[in-house]
């Protein structure tokens, strides 16, 4: 499998990277990014035999079977599209657009071209949330309630990296949309309500700081999803999971209990880092002829609900 990562030096791109390196038959022959000089010497440092600032000379390559889009949000539904209308299966970083028109879009393209597509819900491959699910389908668990909070400290235009963006990160199209697709796929059910509040818009940034968002299942599930950019704390997204047999903390790839006793997850997967295993699912799709865990047309309820939660802000 020879791959194209687009974005390639921004946070992501370098944590698919990484990640690609410990899958056995797969090689990155291609990398993406909008700086000449950049991504040049990323291409040196890593070994890879072709760089480009524009993704249509990447997706005319021979040796390109496949892209990770790892680019800036506002242009994952335009790349995806060219990607499908290219034949080039893609893995769409969270989230896969920031709207519900450009979400549909990429669905209708898919079914149009029949090109595998893949929305980046890595929370479904986290080992900690793995194992809950693993529960759930076994009828060990039963998800009550989820409250989870996601925390950053960011009053500025700066990545995961550290690094000033250009572009503007979104609490509800992006890190809720974690939080939402995850909710859906533990509960396995649509969101039939769903409500939400932001505070203030940063003056400079044009963007809520802090959010609250409430979620109800048509079983009577619910979720409640604090967000900020303004929390000066610990850092990250911890999620408790309130269930009819026990309840759990987790913590990206890890897990406890309600008494902070962590929870074994040895052979829950093959890797501890969620996005190695996001990536080995998508290429194991491909190479098996089947949808993905997290394909765009399963990651659509998802965009649906967020819809309905900025219609509240309006």
């Known amino acids: 499998m020879r791959l194209c990562v687009a974005g390639a030096y921004g946070a992501f791109g370098i944590k698919h990277l990484d990640a690609l390196k410990a899958i056995d038959g797969v090689t990155v022959t291609s990398v993406m990014g909008p700086t000449r000089a950049k991504i040049d010497a990323l291409a040196a440092e890593r070994g890879i035999g072709h760089a480009a600032t524009d993704l249509a000379e990447c997706l005319a390559r021979d040796d390109v079977d496949a892209v990770i889009l790892a680019t800036p949000t506002q242009l994952h539904a335009e790349q995806a599209i060219a990607c499908m209308r290219a034949g080039k299966p893609v893995l769409i970083e969270i989230p896969m657009a920031d709207s519900l028109e450009e979400s549909e879009a990429i669905c209708r393209v898919q079914e149009e071209t029949g090109v595998l597509?893949?929305?980046?819900?890595?929370?479904?491959?986290?080992?900690?949330?793995?194992?809950?699910?693993?529960?759930?389908?076994?009828?060990?668990?039963?998800?009550?309630?989820m409250d989870v909070q996601t925390y950053f400290f960011r009053r500025s235009n700066m990545n995961a990296k550290g690094e000033p963006r250009s572009w503007t990160d979104h609490l509800l199209w992006h890190h809720a949309c974690h939080t939402v697709d995850l909710f859906q796929y533990q509960t396995g059910e649509v969101v039939s309500e769903a409500f939400g509040l932001e505070g203030p818009h940063h003056p400079e940034l044009g963007i809520a700081m802090d959010m609250s968002i409430g979620m109800k299942t048509p079983s009577g599930a619910i979720c409640t999803l604090s967000l900020s950019f303004n929390n000066n704390g610990p850092l990250g997204t911890f999620f408790r999971y309130i269930c009819d047999n026990g309840t759990y903390i987790a913590r990206y790839d890890d897990l406890f209990d309600g008494y902070e006793k962590p929870v074994d997850l040895t052979g829950v997967a093959v890797s501890n880092n969620g996005i190695e295993l996001i990536d080995r699912e998508f290429i194991a799709a491909i190479q098996e002829g089947r949808q993905p865990n997290g394909s765009v047309h399963q990651v659509l309820d998802a965009m649906r609900t967020l819809d309905k939660i900025e219609r509240c802000f309006k």
């Not at 597509?117 to 668990?141: C, T, Y």
């Open 117 to 145: 597509a893949m929305a980046g819900q890595v929370r479904r491959f986290n080992p900690s949330h793995q194992w809950i699910k693993n529960k759930i389908d076994a009828g060990e668990l039963k998800v009550q309630q």
